[in-house]
């Protein structure tokens, strides 16, 4: 098999799995008990929030874990925008469901200002200058866009908001935790947001920056864990796979960019080489191009791709009702949109995975159109 949707989540690290195992077969105490090996547990715990708070340049204390990052956005926002406060709130329309969807809910209590999006989908500083003001009381801007891998630069934009207003600011960090540099407290940000499955650890479990100056509202009610964000036994088995994999691929960061660096190069030269195909992520991250074929539809390529075990993802829903908000804030044309693909590299990703892509892309490409144009 040839996995390209790496974006979406990626392989566990061998390493990673074994430790999973070790916590759920032979270390599997909770850590609230009060005897000696729930306190190693809880020791254990603390140890990852400090592998993944040097990542970012927080304290340990001010890492959290919950269930997914899904789950952190949702809390986090709702803590923020319950308050009773009829600040405005400023972000995109190319924000991740978890952020857009949760912050349009309270498009009836709060005025929400929309940063207009430049056509290579980066954020228009000047418009973000002026939507933000003394109002503001939320700004939320990803790090890296997830469909088409836009890296946001995070030290201007925190600037702006110190500069204009006292907002929270909160960034959702899933597709840049470290692949990409983060100090949170050199920019200002007050919440961050992180996913395990992405960067090689088990799914179920995700981790999140809050700024010791915050305390946020409690939504659920249990045994108190997580300083009561997210109480209820810890997954920590999860938690320790995550560390491990968060270990692994710190130690080997700069030689899997630069090598995921050469073959986004590579694709995107070869991509062009197609007629009538759009590149729609030639700067950002490295990890990501997403590309779109005039006369394709992009969930029709997707399945002939499968057939050859080769695993992609699209760019659009390719419903006509429900067209990706990133596709259309970047203004594609419409010939274009329907026909997007999002390729997504891992740590795993290797050369010959990437020639093979590219030769049953070019006949998948061509079978089709051959197809519909007859």
Do not use: W
Not at 89 to 115: C, D, G, L, P, W
Not at 130 to 149: A, C, F
Not at 267 to 275: D, G, M, P, R, V
């Amino acid at each position: 098999m040839i996995y390209l949707d790496n974006c979406a989540t990626t392989r566990v690290f061998d390493e990673a799995l074994e430790v999973c195992n070790i916590y759920m077969k032979e270390k599997y105490f909770n850590p609230s008990g009060l005897y000696r090996l729930s306190k190693k547990t809880e020791e254990d715990i603390d140890s990852a929030r400090k592998v993944i708070a040097d990542v970012i340049h927080a304290n340990p204390s001010e890492i959290y874990f919950a269930p997914s990052a899904t789950m952190a956005n949702n809390m986090l926002l709702l803590s923020i925008l319950s308050k009773n406060d009829k600040k405005n709130i400023v972000t995109t329309y190319t924000e991740h469901s978890s952020v857009f969807k949760t912050i349009k809910s309270f498009k009836e209590k709060r005025e929400i200002r929309y940063v207009k999006i430049n056509e290579d989908g980066s954020l228009d500083l000047d418009d973000l200058k002026n939507k933000v003001d003394e109002n503001t009381g939320l700004v939320s801007i990803m790090q890296v866009q997830n469909e088409i891998g836009v890296i946001n630069n995070l030290e201007e934009i925190g600037k702006i908001v110190r500069d204009k207003s006292n907002a929270i600011f909160h960034v959702d960090g899933v597709q840049g935790f470290i692949k990409y540099p983060i100090n949170v407290k050199k920019i200002g940000i007050d919440l961050y947001t992180i996913s395990a499955h992405k960067v090689h650890g088990p799914k179920g479990i995700a981790g999140l920056f809050v700024d010791s100056k915050l305390k946020l509202q409690e939504f659920f009610h249990g045994g108190g864990q997580e300083k009561g964000y997210f109480p209820g036994t810890e997954n920590v088995a999860g938690i320790m796979g995550f560390k491990k994999a968060v270990e692994i691929y710190t130690e080997n960061r700069d030689e899997v960019v630069d090598r995921v660096k050469a073959f986004k190069k590579k694709l995107i030269s070869e991509l062009e080489k197609i007629e009538e195909s759009s590149i729609n992520s030639y700067g950002g991250s490295d990890f990501i191009v997403s590309a779109s074929f005039k006369d394709i539809r992009s969930e029709v390529l997707i399945h002939y791709l499968e057939n050859y075990d080769i695993c992609v993802s699209s760019g659009s829903s390719c419903s006509k009702n429900n067209r990706s908000r990133v596709l259309e804030a970047i203004k594609l044309s419409d010939d274009f949109i329907d026909g997007t693909i999002r390729i997504s590299f891992s740590y795993f990703t290797n050369e010959e995975e990437i020639n093979e892509f590219l030769v049953k892309l070019k006949e998948g490409v061509e079978t089709l159109r051959s197809m519909v144009r007859r």
